[in-house]
């Protein structure tokens, strides 16, 4: 009997332990349809289909988002569905033209500076994630993989520089080409200029100046999750925010960050979402996709035309990027690699 208590009794704790729901009761959880953020890419790969990706010429992409609030309706991984849905449009661009590409599972540990106060803004400093991201350039490179080309999805400023930083000291090293394909209006204001190596600018559509500020989580960005990411949605919740209504000036000081941006958009959205849509959410993903897939391309076209000029003179080439192409047999090998097992 006393053996059938204890076993009862460890049966219990067992259970108590193993078994009860991991989150107490009233504990939010994701929605159970969520969709996967790896579907698509390198992550679903073994080694040997990396491998023969990098042989075949395939260019790598990859996003880089942050894990951020944005306000009650969205949720913190915003910033890195949207530029994943974006990556998975630009694949498909660039296959069309023949250029085939590996997806890296996106980057999600982004700098949080101005929304930094509120919780759910996951901040990592931005000398940890240049690092990060140097390696990643790294380890792509030693797979085999030549060019690599970033987006963001988070318009932080720290978070660009961050990104912006490691993208120059990668091209100090012997690594693979990384390119940081970055949205005009946002690389004019963290200081980047057209034409640096190392950096794309893309022209996505402007925004209406006239408009009021729609910055975070507003009716553009509610639109892009409407589009393409539902599931994670709080629907019900978009119609009753109101709009935030900031001038200029208090633009400025949101823009400082921190509790200056908290006290000043306390639901943690700064725009009017309840003006969102899935029709303007599709027509914005497929224009940013199609600058960011015209930017590569042209980046592409660009060293293809490097490559050729170098091979055609006798003296010795200097040109990184140059002689990295002449290494590989020219953008050719890239033209023509189709991989189209490992695209869509
Ligand atoms: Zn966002």
Redesign the pocket.
Known sequence: MRKMVAQAWLLALFAGVFLAPSAAAGAPSPPPDAPSILAGTAADLTWLEFEAAAKSGAVILWAIG?I?E?GPH?PLA??TY?PANELARVQRTLSAEGVSSIILPPYYWGVNHVTGAFPGSIHIRPETMSALLQDVFQSVGRSGFRDLFLIT???DAAHNRAISDAVRKARLTQGPNVTFVVPAALGTRIGLTRGEPGFAFADLPAADPNAPPDL??GKT?TSMMLAGAPATVRTGKIARLPPTRLDAAELAVWRRGQEHARALTPGGYLGAPAQASAALGETVLADEAAAYARAISAALGTRQEKARDTSSRTQPNHGRTASRSEASGGFAAVAEARTPTLQD
């Open positions: 942050s951020e944005h969205l915003t910033d949207v999805g988070h318009y975070h989580a960005e």
